[in-house]
């Protein structure tokens, strides 16, 4: 069963709060953070704009984790912005 939109946006929220608590993390957790932001924009279901607004950038994200060679540099380098996001995404409302 595939996941929906709800279940995706629950573990974007997931991986990276675990980034910004942690401040540690895996090129295969960036990877997935890549993969949820491409499924939930091509299924257009999510409603909050604010969340909309940042998913190319927690993609960008995803990606320059993912080609970084310090993982933990490019975390805490993120830092405020990641706690942003989390913040945004854990009001979402459905």
Do not use: F
Not at 21 to 39: F, M, T
């Amino acid at each position: 069963m595939p996941l929906t939109v709800k279940d995706q946006v629950n573990v974007l929220y997931d991986l990276l709060s675990e980034h910004s608590e942690d401040c540690c993390g895996s090129v295969s957790e960036c990877q997935q953070i890549q993969r949820l932001v491409r499924s939930i924009l091509t299924k257009k279901e999510l409603q909050d704009e604010t969340v909309l607004r940042s998913l190319p950038a927690i993609y960008d994200y995803g990606k320059a984790g993912e080609d970084s060679g310090d993982l933990t540099s490019h975390i805490t380098s993120n830092q405020s912005q990641l706690e942003e996001w989390v913040t945004s995404i854990g009001n979402v409302k459905y």
